[in-house]
């Protein structure tokens, strides 16, 4: 039952993410790659939910791992079963340098507090190489405020009733997005994600004090320098 309940739960998060457009995302990585010059023959994609990402890198590169805490998620990929990883980003268990770490959707908004933020990014400098790059998005809080109306919504799919109700606390900088889930058989789940919305200038001062440094920071999906009234940034680092 405890597996059915997960396959389920996690259909509704990748229905509710279908209207991503995963190729232009895939796009903008790829536009990322080659202004840095980095060499692309080593991926490694952090929270890769269900990995629909790189159903769009696949016959780009030459090897990509696709990580995520959530083993159900892992299961609907359609990379085969040698490039899945099962783990914690804060405990990465790789023991091989990567050219490129990447994660996307705001997945390092998950991280709490700033000593597992400081903890991750020490975890990223273990893993790449001297000429590597990480990049991944967070969301800040204008985005939070802007698209809370939004993220307040049910809906029906494969049988599976939905809703799901979003805020946002200011004083305390976290984003809730609580899911009711009412199961075929009638039965009903509940969760809570939480997303911390760090300062803006927050990210800087953790990277540097773990041994890397910011080469980049755009607002997500363009090469413009992000500020601190971006609403979702895309961060490029590298080893000091």
């Known amino acids: 039952m405890l ?3 997960y396959k389920y739960t996690s259909l509704i998060y990748s229905h509710l993410m279908r209207k991503i457009d995963y190729s232009d995302w895939a796009q903008y990585l790829s536009d ?28 780009k590169f030459e090897v990509i791992i696709l990580s995520d805490i959530s083993f159900c998620m892992l299961k609907q ?3 085969g079963k040698t490039n899945l990883v099962c783990c914690d980003m804060l405990k990465l268990p790789f023991h091989r340098k990567f050219n490129v770490v990447y994660s996307t959707f705001d997945s ?20 790449i ?6 990049t991944f998005d967070v969301s800040l809080e204008k985005n939070s405020i802007k698209n809370l109306k939004h993220l307040n919504r049910k809906g029906k799919f494969k049988g599976i009733r939905y809703t799901q109700e979003s805020d946002y606390r200011a004083s305390q900088r976290i984003h809730y997005n609580h899911f009711t889930i009412m199961l075929p058989d009638g039965s ?16 800087f001062e953790v990277i540097e004090k773990s041994g890397l440094f910011v080469q980049d920071c755009f607002d997500a999906f363009s090469f413009e320098d992000a500020d601190p009234e971006s609403e979702r940034v895309q ?3 590298r080893k000091q």
Do not use: P, W
């Open 3 to 5: 597996n059915d309940l």
């Open 32 to 59: 990322i790659f080659d202004y840095t010059n980095v060499k692309t023959d080593t991926i490694l994609e952090l929270a890769c939910g269900n990995g629909t990402l790189f159903n769009h890198f696949k016959r």
């Open 77 to 79: 990929s359609e990379s």
């Open 108 to 127: 390092i908004n998950y991280i709490m507090n700033e000593k597992d933020l400081g903890k991750f990014f020490r975890g990223i400098k273990r893993i």
């Open 129 to 134: 190489g001297d000429e590597a790059i990480m």
């Open 188 to 203: 009903i789940v509940k969760e809570t994600h939480k997303q911390k919305i760090f300062d803006f200038f927050t990210y």
């Open 235 to 237: 961060f490029i680092l």
